[in-house]
Structure formats: structure tokens, C-alpha cells
């Protein structure tokens, strides 16, 4: 099983999105800006977490709109939001492996 993070990353981030399309069966979690960056690509993620402090609150409106799971967590917290990605992969779906896709930004 495998489970793909994609985080914020800047705009330009150097995503290639052919390689994203072809990887669309695995499980995705969108942290933070990641999961509007998954939306744009026609990715609904499994489930989407972070602070969203680099979303615009129109960003986040659509990830709860769209995303089953979403955890909002405080800007001031014990582990950045990568962590969380990575801790709730772990928890939620055992993956052999995870990808991390965008780790440029923020």
C-alpha cells in the first residue's frame, strides 16, 4: 500500500504533473496549501490537515467542501504540518511507503 503527501510548495514548485495523473490510485493526504494544489488536479484527497495558514480562506472553504476528513490544527503546535501528514499516514492507512510531493515551500 502506498500513501503520497503533497504539501505546500511554492507555485512554481517543479511537480511533474504527468507523473501525478498516473499515481491517482494511491492514497493522498493534502497538507495544508497541498490539498488545494491536489484539487487543482482533479485529486480528491483522503484527507487534508495542517495549520492552512498558507490557504486563503476561499482555498480552505473548498478543501472542507470537497476533502471526507479535515484536521485544522493551531498555528502554534508541537509538529509542523509535514509531521502530521506523515503521523497520519501512519495511523490511518499503514502505507510501505510514502512519497512527499511540494516539500519546497514554506
Known amino acids: ?21 498516473d499515481r491517482r490510485s494511491e492514497t493522498w493526504l493534502g497538507v495544508d496549501l497541498g490539498a488545494t494544489r491536489l484539487l487543482e488536479h482533479g485529486i480528491v484527497p483522503e484527507y487534508a490537515a495542517g495549520d492552512f495558514d498558507s490557504s486563503t480562506p476561499e482555498q480552505l472553504a473548498r478543501v472542507k467542501a470537497a476533502v471526507q476528513k479535515v484536521d485544522i490544527y493551531p498555528p502554534e503546535k508541537d509538529y509542523t504540518d509535514t509531521q502530521i501528514g506523515i503521523l497520519l499516514a501512519m495511523k490511518y492507512y499503514q502505507p510501505a511507503y510514502i512519497t512527499i510531493w511540494g516539500t519546497t515551500g514554506g
Open 1 to 21: 500500500k502506498k500513501s503520497t503527501l503533497w504539501l505546500a510548495g511554492p507555485s512554481a514548485d517543479p511537480v511533474k504533473y504527468d507523473q501525478v495523473a
